[in-house]
């Protein structure tokens, strides 16, 4: 049980990145994928990117290992890496240009994330029974 929590939390905190470009644009990841998807729906072509695709598959997996009775390590895995990627992304663009807003917003995701890691790890050693 607690492994499908932490991956719905991975979810839920991928979803809050936030992003801030010119001309005072700014939105959060849950808007974006929604604005995405809703094209992926009608015009495919223009909504595959690779900033775009795999974040949304890793949330895919992640979905899927809610309804796993055990969930997958290697899936929850993937999925970290794929969603680690534009959040890293926002992450360093927050450190670099010093926006606090956009570099808080991707810090729950990897605190999330280390507690998945450390959750899903193999002993090194089995204990001696």
Do not use: C, D
Not at 16 to 21: A, K, L, Q
Not at 26 to 45: I, M
Not at 50 to 62: D, E, K, N, S, Y
């Amino acid at each position: 049980m607690r492994g499908k929590i932490i991956n719905l939390l991975l979810i839920l905190t991928s979803l809050t990145g936030y992003m801030e470009w010119g001309g005072n644009n700014h939105t959060f990841l849950f808007k974006a994928e929604a604005e995405v998807f809703s094209k992926l729906l009608t015009q495919p072509g223009s909504a595959l990117h690779p900033f775009v695709v795999l974040p949304m598959t890793g949330q895919l997996l992640l979905l899927i290992t809610l309804f796993m009775k055990k969930p997958s390590r290697s899936l929850t895995f993937i999925s970290i890496v794929a969603m680690g990627l534009l959040l890293g992304f926002i992450f360093l663009i927050g450190a670099f240009s010093l926006n606090f807003k956009i570099l808080a917003s991707a810090i729950p995701f990897f605190v999330v994330a280390v507690i998945a890691l450390r959750h899903y790890r193999k002993p090194i050693l089995q204990p001696i029974e």
